[in-house]
């Protein structure tokens, strides 16, 4: 029982945080286009873009206005919006 409880710890504990880390780290990058309705974004905007497989702001960021606009549930007001949200959701 004593050698069982060292050699779980030290493996468990040394394994967790480095696979808990690397998505945390990943996660601020690349917000999720949710984080588009807390800036205005319409709610059948963003399922449109979930439903394009866009579920990044990196992925909506690679579209084009005109890209976007094609998407069903996405007109050119949405799609101002659309970028608005990315700008401040990345100003750099």
């Known amino acids: 029982v004593g050698s069982a409880e060292p050699a779980g710890l030290p493996g468990s504990a040394d394994e967790l945080p480095a696979s808990d880390s690397a998505p945390e780290d990943d996660e601020p990058e690349t917000p999720g286009v949710d984080e588009l309705l807390e800036h205005g974004v319409p709610a059948k905007a963003v399922e449109a873009l979930i439903d394009a497989d866009c579920v990044t702001c990196a992925d909506v960021g690679a579209l084009s206005r005109d890209e976007l606009i094609a998407l069903p549930g996405i ?18």
């Open 75 to 92: 007109g050119p007001k949405a799609a101002d919006k659309i970028a608005a949200a990315l700008l401040a959701l990345d100003p750099a």
